[in-house]
């Protein structure tokens, strides 16, 4: 039997398949065109300029974003990626002096390529992981190893491996993301052998995804992360160090006023929210599940369409229930272990990576996740929600 379905959804003449997961279908590429060559070296530069105490004005004087040079999907995705790391540069490279305003040139720029590529204008998973990683080698396979991220804040061995691990993680995935449909068209012509085969590549592609989640450790250090890493990818919601939010000057849509946007955070993956939907685990209808919603704005546009199209179908966890089919359930429930499994790794690493850190200013608080949120909290909750759907 052969797992591969693609879903197809026409998004700027480009089709979406999940030939690579919710990774491009091509490798991300590695300029943009020369009109925008000023914009392009900064960013390359960024390592070193944050670390100067100049790096803002650096940005400020910036010529005019040429948007019009760009002229493909994947050039507006370079583009988001190297306006978002040179907005958050300029945010928080002073982290005792947040910017609350951008300068005009940054914010036109940002905004013009966020509102095509249908994200908000702010760092998001797709831009720090997604679409943020070469391979050594073509001919090997999108994982650690053969790997590099195009673009970094200070770089370094911790924030490269970080960001890798998820790169790693959304290829591990690809197997199981492609058997979600045919699992659901399975369960519902009551096809016993069909769901046994495709909870099988979920349940192998589930501990591929755990036994790289287990690497987190190898090369990224607690305390380097807390305090190298993590602080340029907050956002200005439920921040304390920008209680208002971020001024976009010259942005008609928000009147000349401070908007707010959470943080770059995991939970803008669409993998576990994905599988969620198809094995059927609930989440109480509270502030994290209003949270767990507002992620999916962050996500590209053909990603929440996949997912609001498995949470359209029915969950499988009834026709299982219904089979009483003995294999079938220790099948199911063996994905909902290792989900949780997936889980708990996450919240031993908050605790670890986060929450037991020093906190040193409020621009990079230890009690409130990158996404705005009490992230413990949510974390726990996510495990106990995964454990409730057990058969």
């Known amino acids: 039997m052969n797992g591969q379905h693609h879903f197809q959804l026409q998004q700027h003449n480009q089709p979406f398949c999940l030939t690579q997961g919710f990774l491009p279908s091509s490798d991300p590429i590695v300029e943009l065109p020369s009109e ?12 070193k300029l944050i670390t100067n105490s100049n790096v803002r004005q650096e940005i400020e004087s910036l010529p005019e974003f040429e948007l019009s040079a760009l002229t493909s999907y994947q050039e507006l995705e370079r583009a988001m990626m190297i306006l978002s790391f040179i907005g958050h540069a300029y945010v928080w490279s002073d982290s005792t002096k947040p910017m609350s305003r951008l300068p005009h040139e940054l914010s036109q720029a940002w905004h013009g390529v966020a509102t095509q590529l249908q994200r908000p204008p702010v760092l998001s998973y797709a831009s720090y992981a997604l679409y943020n990683w070469y391979r050594f080698d073509s001919e090997k396979p999108i994982e650690l190893g053969n790997i590099a991220l195009l673009q970094n804040f200070l770089g370094g061995a911790d924030e ?17 993301l492609q058997s979600l449909l045919p699992l659901q068209s399975a369960a519902q012509d009551h096809d016993i052998e069909k769901m046994q085969y495709h909870l099988d590549v979920i349940e192998s592609g589930l501990s591929e995804i755990n036994k790289t989640m287990n690497r987190m450790t190898e090369h990224c250090d607690p305390y380097i992360y807390f305090h190298r890493v993590r602080p340029y990818i907050h956002g200005w919601k439920n921040n304390p160090a920008l209680p208002d939010g971020l001024l976009y000057p010259g ?39 209003a949270h767990l919603n507002e992620m999916r704005e962050y996500m590209p546009p053909q990603h929440r369409a996949f997912l609001t199209h498995l949470e359209q179908q029915q969950p499988i966890r009834d026709q299982i229930i219904q089979a009483k089919n003995s294999t079938l359930k220790e099948r199911y429930n063996n994905c909902l272990t290792l989900i949780h499994q997936f889980r708990s790794t996450h919240y031993t690493y908050a605790a670890q990576y986060i929450d037991k850190q020093a906190q040193i200013d409020q621009s990079n608080p230890n009690e409130i996740g990158t996404g705005g949120t009490p992230f413990m909290q949510y974390l726990k909750k996510h495990q106990e929600e995964t454990s409730l759907q057990l058969i």
């Open 251 to 289: 942005v008609s849509e928000y009147q000349n006023k401070p908007v707010q946007f959470k943080g770059e955070t995991g939970a803008q993956s669409g993998i576990i929210p994905c599988l969620d939907a198809v094995l059927g685990v609930y989440h109480a209808d509270n502030p994290l599940k």
């Open 36 to 47: 925008v060559i000023a914009w392009e070296g900064l960013a390359l530069e960024l390592p």
């Open 160 to 176: 490269e491996w970080f960001v890798l691990i998820h790169v790693d993680i959304e290829a591990k995935a690809v197997p199981l």
